[in-house]
Nanobody, 123 residues
Framework: VQLQASGGGLVQTGGSLKLSCTASGPAFNRYAVGWFRQAPGKEREFVAAKPRNNDRIIYEDSVKGRFTISRDKNAVYLQMDSLKPEDTAIYYC???????????????????WGLGTQVTVSS
């Protein structure tokens, strides 16, 4: 499977953006999907993940209640509301074969990555 992210941009504090990650290739629904982000000078950080069985969803604590991950047959989305300057980063979508929910917080568990999309939140 190949992934391509889009939807980033410049937004003011409190604004919203919706990121999309389009998948090409077979059996995308067999993969767990996740979003990560990386700010300048910082390590890649987990944001949200959705297992392949559409059961529980996990979020990084700082985005709970503000971000929503969802998916359909060929894409995964990240709705971002109440954005803050600290959300500024390059956002990446990724796909994983793991079925262990807690493992989805770890970027090394994802074998397939899309190119990032820049999100900038101005204060």
């Amino acid at each position: 499977v190949q992934l391509q992210a889009s939807g980033g941009g410049l937004v003011q504090t409190g604004g919203s953006l919706k990121l999309s990650c389009t998948a090409s290739g077979p059996a995308f629904n067999r993969y767990a999907v996740g979003w990560f982000r990386q700010a300048p000078g910082k390590e890649r950080e987990f944001v949200a993940a959705k297992p392949r069985n559409n059961d529980r969803i996990i979020y990084e604590d700082s985005v709970k209640g503000r971000f929503t991950i969802s998916r359909d047959k060929n894409a995964v989305y990240l709705q971002m509301d109440s954005l803050k300057p600290e959300d500024t980063a390059i956002y990446y979508c990724a796909a994983s074969n793991t079925i262990i929910l807690s493992s989805l917080r770890t970027w090394s568990m994802y074998a397939t990555w899309g190119l990032g999309t820049q999100v900038t939140v101005s204060s």
